[in-house]
């Protein structure tokens, strides 16, 4: 495709090396390819040339490694290809008679950025370096905390003010709008403000309170904000976030760090990288530039009910769903849930199969990503991809447990009108799940009448936290390819619809 800095190829050149590229099996979602956060503080602060510059040192350490030089020398070829990006900005600004933003891409080709608007424009390009690969979900991080230094360094030079911060950051947001409107499809960008910093003091600050402005002024479906939250947040911050989700646009999520940083400590993440956690794609936990892309998929739990109610078949299409199950056996509630659990636990190696048959069928050779190895510790030092062992954690896959209000609420319902009224067998509810509740519309007025989660009764909600626990123990058993850690992850994200409609009636009465 011809267009701003293709003008200097003729098609025969692009078909060619369009021909080349289609030999090269191109990444996803499930093998590590996008949903990934830079490692921009450093990016910063060292630049293009700074990037070059360790990639040289590191080159000469690995001298006698052709393996290794083979990868820096493509990460010193496509990190010197954004420098020439850069430039390309800075031709198409002149022509566009935009001198600020020229001569800030100009600059940032050639130094590390002095200027929040400097920092801001190579922010932006290297996003735009990652949608030119064909990347998604590519998160700018913490970005109040990143781009503070450049803000702080302006605001006593006298060269910025509160409000010019806020235009640059709404012509961000603005350019985002663009993918969607444009390109087509959807995009996730997550932005994450707030939080504690490293030293486990208080983040909050002017950028993170600019960040919601701009959000709130321009009021399109996108950045995916999220709002990290802590005991010690000061209440002003809380009230401004809770403002702008109420004006409907959704966002910010609010993101407990009382919770999130101690699992990722558990996880086996130290605590400095803990508390500099961020978010990519929707609400994932992601350690900025220390670990590969993230991936993730939909884990159907519903369907393990089914294969107890159907001796381990699906009920709308009979194929194999689970194990065996001798329905009229099972005499207590306890039992039920022994049960359940086994079908869970089949329908889990059923989950990490598919994971690991599509991220793993694309050789790691075969899908090297240099230029986002170099903004990942430690690729480059190790001279090593960011899926070869050069990152400094493994990968990690997050198996999103879908269902969690239809498994409460079934788990309610089963020992509500079975176990303690006596009312109905598990064979009864059987039948009239297989026949979608027709004809036994009585049934299902009981079932739905049945404690539901979410309202503070512990018939309900006690299962949902039985559920919680059982995928964590199930999915804990596993491992990715290079040894990091499968998360559970409690969500739908849309699937629910799909997959809804692949999943007979529950015991909830759905």
């Known amino acids: 495709q011809k267009g701003l800095f293709l003008d200097a190829f003729d098609d025969a050149e692009l078909g060619k090396a369009l021909e080349i590229c289609s030999c090269f099996e191109f990444g996803n979602f499930s093998n590590n390819f996008d949903h990934f956060a830079p490692e921009y503080e450093r990016f910063l602060s060292e630049g293009i040339p700074g990037v070059l510059k360790r990639i040289e040192e590191s080159a000469e350490r690995h001298g006698k490694d052709p393996e290794k030089l083979c990868f820096l020398n493509a990460a010193k070829l496509v990190m010197e290809g954004f420098a020439n990006l850069c430039r390309s900005y800075a031709e198409a600004a002149d022509r566009a008679k935009k001198p600020e933003i020229a001569g800030a891409c100009r600059r940032i080709a050639e130094a590390p950025p002095q200027s929040f608007r400097e920092a801001l424009q190579l922010v932006w390009l290297t996003y735009q370096a990652f949608l030119c690969e064909d990347r998604y979900a590519m998160a700018f991080g913490r970005m109040d905390q990143y781009l503070a230094p450049f803000y702080r360094r302006d605001l006593e030079n006298g060269t910025l003010c509160y409000d010019d911060a806020v235009t640059l950051l709404e012509s961000v947001f603005i350019k985002l709008y663009e993918f969607r409107r444009f390109r087509g499809g959807d995009e996730v960008a997550n932005i994450c403000i707030g939080g504690i910093t490293k030293e486990g003091t208080d983040a909050v600050n002017a950028l993170s309170y600019a960040i919601l402005e701009a959000v709130e002024r321009v009021r399109i479906p996108g950045p995916n904000l999220s709002a990290r939250i802590h005991r010690k947040t000061a209440d002003p911050f809380v009230i401004a976030c809770l403002n702008v989700i109420g004006t409907g646009i959704g966002y910010p999520a609010l993101m407990n760090d009382e919770v999130n940083i101690p699992a990722l400590i558990a996880a086996g993440h130290t605590p400095e990288d803990a508390a500099n956690y961020c978010m990519v794609g929707c609400i994932e936990n992601f350690i900025p530039g220390k670990e590969p892309p993230w991936s993730d998929g939909r884990y159907n739990a519903p369907l393990a009910l089914e294969a107890v109610f159907n001796n381990g078949r699906s009920i709308l299409s009979g194929r194999l769903a689970g194990l065996p199950c001798e329905l009229d056996k099972i005499s207590s509630m306890d039992a039920f849930l022994t049960e359940l659990k086994k079908q869970m636990e089949f329908l889990a190696s059923e989950y990490m199969v598919w994971f690991r048959s599509s991220n793993m069928k694309i050789s790691v050779k075969m899908r090297a990503q240099p230029f ?82 979410g309202n503070n009764d512990m018939l309900a909600d006690q299962y949902a936290v039985w559920y919680l626990d059982t995928c964590h123990e199930i999915f804990d058993r596993y491992r990715t390819a290079d040894g990091g850690r499968i998360y559970i992850a409690m969500g739908s994200n849309i699937s629910n619809i799909a997959v809804g409609t692949a999943t007979a009636a529950t015991p909830d009465g759905r």
Do not use: N, W
């Open 372 to 453: 986002l190895s170099c903004f990942c510790d430690d690729c480059i030092d190790r001279g090593r991809d960011v899926l070869d062992g050069g990152s400094r954690y493994p990968s990690v896959h997050g198996a999103v447990c879908m269902g969690i209000g239809t498994m409460a609420d079934s788990l309610a319902a089963v020992e509500s009108v079975v176990f303690l009224q006596k009312k109905y067998t598990l064979r009864e509810i059987a039948l009239a799940l297989k026949a979608d509740f027709a004809g036994y519309e009585e049934l299902r007025r009981d079932l739905l009448a049945a404690p539901k989660y």
